[in-house]
């Protein structure tokens, strides 16, 4: 099992993976412990589990892939029972900033397309208030990153390009992301409206109201927390 870490992400994965049922049809997140979740799926499918699952980025496909997983495409799938992913910061009300990983638009979609969301993440994301820990990504279309960068400075952001090696970091979907630091986002849903009405816009990290719970690794422990409507 590795180091007491790697111990706790392993049983973090398997108690997300205890929520998947045979014939299931599933969303796999993006980041480490969604990694997990799929590393420990992938156990169970060995031992007879039948799931037909869909990636939320390239990185997670091609993990689940040489994992022996059943991939498909969402158009032809439909809705899904099922979608496990992680997250950058939970708030008290289960409100998410996603999109570190730079999968927020698919892995947006893939959730809304989710009768369920199941949320795994460590202790140290769980936050009183969303955008203290990290920034709010914001994925753009390239054409748009002058007007966006201007709007969003409005909003009272502080946007950054996000860059990888060669450049601008650039999404699955070939676009840019625009990292935005608020210092703390009171109001989640109204942040988020005013942000997706900018032209260029795709999506922003927020993702409000989607998770029906959180299992929170706690040291080698694992801990549920519920959403109350």
Known sequence: MGTTAEGAL???????????????????GTGRAAMAFVTALAGRVRQGLTVICVPTSEAT???????????????????????????DEV????????????ALVREKIVAASSQ?????VGAEKIVERLGVRCP???????????????????LGANPVLRKAAQGPFV????????DCGFGGIDDPAVVDRAIREIPGVVDTGLFIGMAERVLVQ????????????
């Open 171 to 178: 999404s699955d979907n070939g676009n840019y992301i625009l």
């Open 91 to 102: 708030d008290p009300r289960l409100d998410l900033i996603k999109g570190l990983g730079g």
């Open 10 to 28: 392993w049983a973090l994965g398997e108690a997300a993976a205890a929520y998947v049922e045979d014939g299931m049809k599933v969303g796999l």
């Open 136 to 154: 709010l990504p914001v994925e753009i279309i390239p054409f748009g990153l002058a007007l966006c960068e201007r709007r969003l400075a409005a």
């Open 218 to 229: 706690d040291g080698n422990a694992v801990r549920v927390r519920e959403r109350v409507s």
């Open 116 to 120: 369920r969301l199941i949320v795994v």
């Open 61 to 87: 496909r091609r993990r689940a892939e040489r994992l022996g997983l059943c991939l498909t495409m969402l158009a032809e799938t439909g809705e899904l029972d099922l979608t496990i992913d992680g997250a």
